[in-house]
Nanobody, 117 residues
Framework: QVQLVESGGGLVQPGGSLRLSCAAS????????MRWYRQAPGKERELVATISAGGSTNYADSMKGRFTISRDNAKNMVYLQMNSLKPEDTAMYYC???????????WGPGTQVTVSS
């Protein structure tokens, strides 16, 4: 079955960096777009970044220039490099994919990122 498992979250000071990882299994990873979302307490889940099967990337405006999404199709992994972190980046970060063959969205359990001094 489809599984997405995030890792790499933690506590970091403002201005610091973190690299999130998402391990994917149960589908043909290289043929699907992957996304990172985040959800802060009391707020709706928001799209952070998308990487297509071909490697094209898109970012939410507030993340442009600070976050970088990448993928390693040989390892079935997707990453989110986050630099210049701000307190407002504090959230649970989720890995996501939509599989057209099933018509379903799939989510990992999330990894917590806390930016605080």
């Amino acid at each position: 079955q489809v599984q997405l498992v995030e890792s790499g979250g933690g506590l970091v000071q403002p201005g610091g960096s973190l690299r999130l990882s998402c391990a994917a299994s149960g589908f043909t990873f290289s043929t699907y777009a992957m996304r990172w979302y985040r959800q802060a307490p009391g707020k709706e889940r928001e799209l952070v970044a998308t990487i297509s099967a071909g490697g094209s990337t898109n970012y939410a405006d507030s993340m442009k220039g600070r976050f970088t999404i990448s993928r390693d199709n040989a390892k079935n992994m997707v990453y989110l490099q986050m630099n210049s972190l701000k307190p407002e980046d504090t959230a649970m970060y989720y890995c996501n994919t939509y599989l057209s063959r099933t018509g379903d969205n799939y989510w990992g359990p999330g990894t917590q990122v806390t930016v605080s001094s």
